[in-house]
């Protein structure tokens, strides 16, 4: 199975803030990837897929970028609704497979 | 507007069985594949299963292979996941989860928000 490996696993940020959330495949992935958001109780919400494409509705602070392995989330200035857990996850291989999760905390 | 509400999950012990279901909702049900994946407690996304449109095909992890069994109904808009002989690291929130396609790639775009199963002595 290709292993992916999300950083940072947390992260302190205020309001206002731009974040970075890094995820590196065990294999290359042909940015088939994924990033979802996560709230407590709540179902996990796609943000992006193919590595950059935001879904609909989604705000454009939100981006994506990368290639090959390695792969980034970037939210450009972080707003109170925005603090959650995030995944990022490849569908390279019919064997889905996820990063760890970044829980995304207000400083 | 898509919905997916999974039930049925609870307390079992070890070596016993669940069947959960997922009610879908706001879209035809039958054009889609489906996915179960799981969350551990406190740890990331897992994915246990998927299925064909029609049923025909089914897919599922290795740590899953089986013991689990995943079916759907498409009179009813409903998939299923059978849980067999249940094991203590089988305990998670499952979640169903509708499978969309982008240039060719399939991946999950709505999520249920999860039934909760706990496997323990």
């Known amino acids: 199975d290709i292993q992916m490996t999300q950083s940072p696993s947390s992260l302190s940020a205020s309001v206002g803030d731009r974040v970075t959330i890094t995820c590196r495949a065990s294999?290359?992935?042909?940015?088939?990837l994924a990033w979802y958001q996560q709230k407590p109780g709540k179902a996990p919400k796609l943000l992006l897929y193919?590595?950059?494409t935001l879904e609909s509705g989604v705000p454009s602070r939100f981006s994506g970028s990368g290639s090959g392995t390695d792969y980034t989330l970037t939210i450009s200035s972080l707003q109170p609704e925005d603090f959650a857990t995030y995944s990022c996850q490849q569908y390279y291989s019919t064997t889905l497979t996820f990063g760890g999760g970044t829980k995304v905390e207000i400083k | 507007e898509v919905q997916l509400v999974e039930s049925g999950g609870g307390l079992v012990q070890p070596g016993g069985s669940l069947r959960l279901s997922c009610a879908a909702s706001?879209?035809?049900?039958?054009?889609?594949?489906m996915h179960w994946v799981r969350q551990d407690p406190g740890r990331g996304l897992v994915w246990v299963s998927r299925?064909?449109?029609?049923?025909?095909?089914?897919d599922y992890a290795d740590s899953v292979k089986g013991r689990f069994t995943i079916s759907r109904d498409n009179a009813k808009n409903t998939l299923y996941l059978q849980m067999n002989n249940l094991r203590v690291e089988d305990s998670a929130v499952y979640y169903c989860a509708r499978e969309t396609s982008f240039r060719g790639s399939y991946f999950p775009d709505y999520w249920g928000q999860g039934t909760l199963v706990a496997v323990s002595p």
């Open positions: 294999q290359g992935i042909s940015n088939s």
């Open positions: 299925i064909k449109r029609d049923g025909s095909s089914t």
């Open positions: 706001g879209f035809t049900f039958s054009n889609y594949w």
């Open positions: 193919g590595a950059s």
